[in-house]
């Protein structure tokens, strides 16, 4: 168990609908990292905050938004949802920002029909 | 625009059969360098970070190396449990990360 816990686990939803994924980061990490996982692609950085404020963007569609809570928890909100969106939505976290060692949660797997 | 391969891309070991994976990579300016282990529907699980060429590290059988164009990850003596899908990502001065498509090991006992 790495310490990072991203829920729901599993969602299913349609085509042009909204939703939402949660991380919580280790107790004491800063920094929140975004990922998509799908099998065309392989893992894609998406965007990284750090206490709370945006730090790096990665290749994050404009449909794509994210943001990270006073408590440190981040949310990852997807919208206008397209059958190419489906994949797993990985969230990491690390104490600090910079080349440190990240730890990942288990994964949201979104399936789009 | 940042970049890394890695290859191959699946490698089939006997057991106690030493290889390595290669990285190769090109960054505009490097921060750190990245080994990660994922196993089938988890999330990658942190090995080594690398900063600067010459660096090495080791963990178990496991060792990573850093050269201004690639690294290496050399498994020696592997055994089945070593078995998994190996990443390597790149994370450039700014901050953005890449990942390479990953290197699936197979140890057979």
């Known amino acids: 168990d790495s310490g990072v816990t991203q829920t729901p686990k599993h969602l299913i939803t349609a085509t042009g609908q909204r939703v939402t994924l949660r991380c919580s980061p280790r107790?004491?990490?800063?920094?929140v990292y975004w990922y998509q996982q799908s099998l065309d692609q392989g893992l894609q950085f998406l965007i990284h905050y750090y206490n709370g404020e945006e730090r790096a963007k990665g290749n994050i569609l404009e449909r794509f938004s994210a943001q990270q809570f006073p408590d440190l928890h981040s949310e990852l909100n997807l919208s206008s949802l397209e059958l190419g969106d489906s994949a797993l939505y990985f969230c990491?976290?690390?104490?600090?920002?910079?080349?440190?060692?990240?730890?990942f949660g288990q994964g949201t797997r979104l399936t789009v029909v | 625009e940042d970049q890394v391969t890695q290859s191959p891309e699946a490698l089939r070991l006997q057991e106690g059969e030493s290889s390595s994976l290669n990285c190769s990579y090109t960054?505009?300016?490097?921060?750190?360098l990245f080994w990660y282990r994922q196993d089938p529907g988890k999330g990658p699980e942190f090995l080594f970070t690398?900063?600067?060429a010459g660096e090495e590290k080791e963990k178990e059988r496991l060792k990573a190396t850093l050269t201004k164009k690639e690294s290496f990850l050399h498994i020696t003596a592997p055994k089945p449990e070593d078995s998994a899908t190996y990443l390597c990502?790149?994370?450039?001065?700014?901050?953005?990360?890449?990942f390479g498509d990953g290197t699936t090991l197979t140890v057979k006992p």
């Open positions: 690398l900063y600067s």
């Open positions: 990491a976290s690390s104490l600090a920002t910079g080349s440190t060692e990240a730890f």
């Open positions: 107790s004491g990490d800063l920094s």
């Open positions: 990502a790149v994370q450039a001065l700014a901050g953005k990360s890449t």
């Open positions: 960054v505009s300016g490097l921060r750190g």
